[in-house]
């Protein structure tokens, strides 16, 4: 069974920084497409981005590109988001994400393990 637990979020002024963490435990961790997608109150959950299972790829939503970065340590399990320059828009649940599909999927439906999601707030 694959689990993920995000921790990391919390109350940021706006131009501030968070490093976010999702851990896995469970099937190897490079099977796995691993991202990030957030929802803020009454809209759709979209995705931040998403890291091939090598690491050497990268998807950025538009929003994000330039201020976060996704990585993944193999050995450790373990997926990060670091977001910098952080803006009230970017407040949001952030959850993580594990797919066996490949690392340009963005739909959510196309995710199959989900985490329970993180609360990031950034004033203004």
């Known amino acids: 069974q694959v689990q993920l637990v995000e921790s990391g979020g919390g109350l940021v002024q706006a131009g501030g920084s968070l490093r976010l963490s999702c851990a896995k435990s469970?099937?190897?961790?490079?099977?796995?497409?691993m991202a990030w997608f957030r929802q803020a109150p009454g809209k759709e959950r979209e995705i931040v981005a998403s890291?091939?299972?090598?690491?050497?790829?990268?998807y950025y939503a538009d929003s994000v590109k330039g201020r976060f970065t996704v990585s993944r340590d193999n050995a450790e399990k373990t997926m990060y988001l670091q977001m910098h320059s952080l803006k009230p828009d970017d407040t949001a649940v952030y959850f993580c994400?594990?797919?066996?599909?490949?690392?340009?999927?963005?739909?959510?439906?196309?995710?199959?393990?989900w985490g329970q999601g993180t609360q990031v707030t950034v004033s203004s």
């Open positions: 994400a594990a797919s066996t599909g490949g690392w340009t999927e963005t739909a959510p439906r196309l995710y199959s393990y």
């Open positions: 469970g099937r190897a961790f490079n099977s796995y497409t």
């Open positions: 890291v091939s299972r090598s690491g050497s790829s990268t």
